[in-house]
């Protein structure tokens, strides 16, 4: 029986606002010891304006020096009333313990999402615990630059993990983890966990609205968004019970290279039929295109070409290649494959198996 996972402390519950908080321009006051009189004038107009301006959807509850931008920057806000949203909450605690239980060998204790995670030293612990390879990084680092520099390698090898190509546009970026933007540190968090399959249930379909405040023109605007952090899951993006492949994999790597061999002599009798053979299962399946044509030819139908890449070059079009297979295999009467598409795409050799070996069982006496 496998050992229980060490449990590190909870993190500690929300302080407590005051019973009178101020009101947004009160707030205001707060910058004299910063700035002088003037400056401060010209701040709370710029804001006053943003903020009241025709069609403003809600007042906001961020002191003006947040919105010290420049000239076409933006800033993301979140809506105080969807921080203060119950499934929202349940997101963050959940990754937080999730990270807290991953890290509790190393003494590391995670208490709030971003002020903890912006500059990369415990997301650098994380990936490499959940990776078990050792990220090529400073262990410490005190300067701003330091740390987005740390952050840029951090997050190079979380892309890398997840599959993302380096010139896709991703939920998260040095600048806005950095920045303590909240919803990408937490839009990262979650694609890491759905990858690893954490053992931990992740609230579906949580989102938030969004204030992207930008000055343009010298002028404070604002538009709010809604931004969608989770989903709904078929999968639950969790840990699966333990399976026949488990065993193999931990016990009898041996009878692993038998099953290999067998499923590789399965899919050459029927690829061979149109010219192309496997060698590395992992490798060669994992774009969905082999798998899309081995249906077709286990079911003997023409799969139109132009309802999935036959070359594929990112990562989400490999995605819809694998998802388009396993449609085509709940159409013939085979159960929903346990793994993810993401899974395949990723060369995780387990879920191919997995999936081959379902082909397997029912075409094995196929001429």
């Given at each position: ?22 009101s947004?321009?009160?707030k ?15 701040v ?9 301006s ?20 933006e ?13 929202f ?7 937080i ?27 650098q ?66 694609a890491?966990a ?7 249930r ?5 989102a938030?609205s ?9 002028t ?10 989770t ?11 333990k ?19 067998s499923?590789i ?39 139109p070409l ?13 995605v ?22 993401e ?25």
């Amino acid at each position: 029986m496998a050992a229980p996972r060490p449990k590190s402390p909870g993190p500690r519950g929300p302080s407590k606002k005051d019973d009178k908080e101020e009101s947004f321009w009160e707030k205001i006051g707060t910058l004299g010891r910063k700035k002088g009189i003037k400056k401060v004038q010209e701040v709370q107009e710029e804001g006053k304006h943003a903020i009241d301006s025709p069609g403003s959807p809600t007042a906001i509850d961020h002191p003006p020096e947040e919105y010290e931008l420049g000239e076409n920057e933006e800033r993301a806000i979140i809506e105080t009333k969807s921080m203060e949203n119950a499934k929202f909450k349940e997101l963050v605690m959940v990754l937080i313990e999730w990270i807290n239980d991953e890290l509790a060998a190393q003494r590391i204790i995670v208490k709030f999402i971003d002020e903890d995670l912006y500059d990369g030293q415990i997301l650098q612990k994380l990936l490499e615990k959940l990776t078990g390879e050792k990220l090529d990084v400073p262990e410490v680092t005190q300067s701003e630059e330091g740390q987005k520099q740390k952050l840029r390698i951090v997050l190079a090898a979380a892309n890398r993990v997840l599959g993302l190509p380096r010139w896709s546009a991703q939920k998260w970026s040095v600048e806005s983890v950095h920045s303590k933007n909240i919803v990408s540190i937490l839009h990262l968090l979650v694609a890491l966990a759905r990858l690893f399959r954490a053992p931990v249930r992740l609230p579906e379909n949580v989102a938030v609205s969004v204030i992207i405040v930008q000055k343009k023109d010298g002028t404070l605007t604002h538009r709010t968004v809604t931004e969608e952090i989770t989903s709904t899951y078929d999968d639950l993006g969790m840990l699966c019970e333990k399976d026949a492949f488990d065993t193999l994999f931990d016990h009898a790597p041996d009878k692993l290279d038998v099953v290999k061999r067998s499923l590789i002599t399965f899919v050459n009798k029927h690829l061979n039929k149109i010219n192309l053979d496997v060698s590395e299962l992992e490798t060669q399946f994992h774009d969905g295109v082999y798998l899309t044509l081995l249906m077709g030819l286990l079911e003997g139908f023409f799969v139109p070409l132009y309802d999935f890449y036959l070359t594929p070059q990112d990562f989400d079009q490999k995605v819809h290649n694998v998802t388009f297979a396993f449609e085509l295999m709940q159409d013939t009467g085979l159960a929903k494959p346990k793994a993810r598409p993401e899974d395949i795409v990723n060369l995780d050799l387990k879920s191919t198996l997995r999936v081959l070996y379902n082909l397997f069982t029912k075409y094995k006496s196929m001429s």
